[in-house]
């Protein structure tokens, strides 16, 4: 199977880095996007009635793929890209579908919705044998590769889940193609692909890593995201960085929606690494946060500066070319994808840091939802979404703590974050901590609609005078 699809070598690859969990601290589960005292905390927080919690739970619930009646459509081949039979359409949906109803399950405690994320999660893995298409089908790979493991993860310890298999059916289906990507851009010049693409595969691997116990694909994610040679490696993603903090997004000078993808995706990764004991939101002075910002500003209707970029494109030994961004693209302020509670509660909750302009995009995004409210084409799927439900937490009360629940550094020897001064270098800093955020208080309560909120997260003080 793997010969006639073309990754034969990326599926070769997989097993000559695989090293067996015993070889070093194993991972946490569930560890990806979910943690189990996240999940708790869901769930107490919307029984307690409190907000913003049951605004994002009933952003789920009242979601067509959140339902118990969901039933699974799994094919054996899912196509994506042009001149293909495309089906990929029926994948993405079941597993957005099998996503929701585990995370429902986990807040309500309703064994019906885990059911039915088992059945979907388990069609799919006696059945799928290869993704096909154009260009696209690395897309499908990472994408819902990603995907597949996080809904996964939520149910690997309910009975009658068949996790070897799902664990198979990332290995030898999702895995290879992503790996390969990394590994040869689909044989073109390694500038010839957006930072998107790198992202989605990067993505895949990591998860791949964690869900499948497997230490060194999940150091080859952390070692790419930091060092490499593609678009989607965080300096070549935000390769400049402005005296006021801002860190330019390289693909703003494409479109906004692709832009607001490679956020979201940057900004899972550093979540499931985190989660694993990695600190890849802080790494290099944390400058995903300075590239956040920066497109969070634009998309709110900021200027922000663009510096003229070229890159190479084409094939390996083929034609050959070249392509130059040299400004921001048009932002309409009216576009939004659920990308923003997951970041904007990382570094302002967890880490006491300033982040004006993602904590007013949360806001204005507030309550998140996830696939199926943001219209029905793909780039609706592309984030799994509820963050208002998912990542909204209260102050942390040592901000300079590690990462996730390791208390080292973790697999890939993922740094320590960075001291508040260190991380900061955004709009804001250098004022008091106990404050931060506090000049956004408006946005967060007037976006989505909150006017007390347990949990600490709005009871923000400063110095002789609460907010």
């Keep these: 199977m793997l010969k006639a699809s073309g990754i ?19 991972f946490a589960h569930p560890g990806l996007l979910h943690t189990r005292a996240a999940l708790g905390r869901m769930a107490a927080k919307v029984k307690a009635g409190a907000e913003p919690y049951t605004a994002g739970f009933a952003k789920l619930t009242a979601n067509r793929h959140a339902q118990s009646g969901w039933r699974a459509n799994p094919q054996a081949v899912v196509y994506r890209g042009s001149g293909t039979p495309e089906n990929y359409r029926t994948l993405y949906n079941d597993i957005h579908a099998a996503y929701q109803n585990a995370l429902r399950y986990h807040v309500s405690g ?3 919705h885990a059911d039915t ?3 979907i999660l388990n069609a799919w893995s006696g059945r799928l044998t290869r993704l096909e298409g154009s260009a ?4 499908a790979a990472g994408l819902y590769g990603y995907q597949f493991a996080n809904a996964a993860e939520l149910v690997r310890e309910h009975p009658g889940f068949a996790l070897g298999r799902a664990q198979e059916l990332m290995r030898n289906v999702f895995h290879p193609l992503s790996d390969d990507f990394l590994t040869r851009h689909n044989n073109a010049v390694v500038t010839n692909y957006w930072p998107n693409w790198d992202l989605t595969a990067m993505a895949c691997v990591l998860a791949t890593g964690i869900f499948c116990d497997e230490r060194a694909v999940v150091e080859r994610a952390v070692e790419y995201f930091k ?3 593609g678009m989607g490696s965080v300096r ?3 390769p400049v960085v402005h005296e006021d903090g801002l860190g330019e997004w390289v693909e703003a000078g494409r479109d906004q929606g692709h832009a607001l993808l490679g956020v979201g995706l940057m900004g899972t990764v550093c979540e499931m690494a985190w989660n694993q004991g990695i600190d890849l939101y802080g790494y290099d002075d944390s400058r995903f ?3 956040a910002q920066y497109v969070a500003k634009w998309c709110l209707g900021g200027d922000v500066p663009y510096t003229a970029n070229t890159r190479k494109k084409g094939a390996i030994g083929g034609w050959s070319g070249s392509e130059t961004a040299s400004d921001v693209a048009v932002a309409d302020p009216a576009m939004t994808r659920p990308i923003w509670a997951m970041i904007a509660n990382h570094y302002t909750r967890r880490r006491g840091l300033s982040a004006t302009y993602v904590t007013r995009a949360a806001a204005k995004a507030a309550p998140e939802g996830g696939g199926g409210d943001y219209g029905p084409n793909s780039g609706g799927f592309d984030q799994l979404g509820f963050g208002t439900l998912a990542f909204t937490r209260g102050r942390a009360a040592d901000v300079s703590a590690a990462p996730g629940p390791a208390a080292s550094d973790g697999a890939g020897g993922g740094v320590r974050p960075q001291s508040a001064a260190s991380a900061s270098a955004v709009p804001g800093a250098g004022r008091d901590l106990a404050a931060t955020g506090a000049e956004d208080v408006v946005g ?3 976006a989505a609609g909150v006017t007390a909120v347990a949990g600490g997260l709005l009871l923000l003080r400063r110095r002789g005078r609460t907010q």
Aim: glycine share 10%.
């Design 117 to 119: 994320a088992v059945a």
């Design 236 to 238: 070549h993603a935000v």
């Design 8 to 26: 034969g070598v990326g599926a070769t690859m997989f097993a000559a880095q695989a090293v067996p969990a015993t070889a070093a601290a194993p």
């Design 227 to 229: 060092h490499g040679d």
């Design 136 to 139: 696209d089908r690395f897309l």
């Design 289 to 291: 946060l300075k590239g």
């Design 110 to 112: 309703d064994e019906a």
């Design 444 to 446: 967060w309560a007037t």
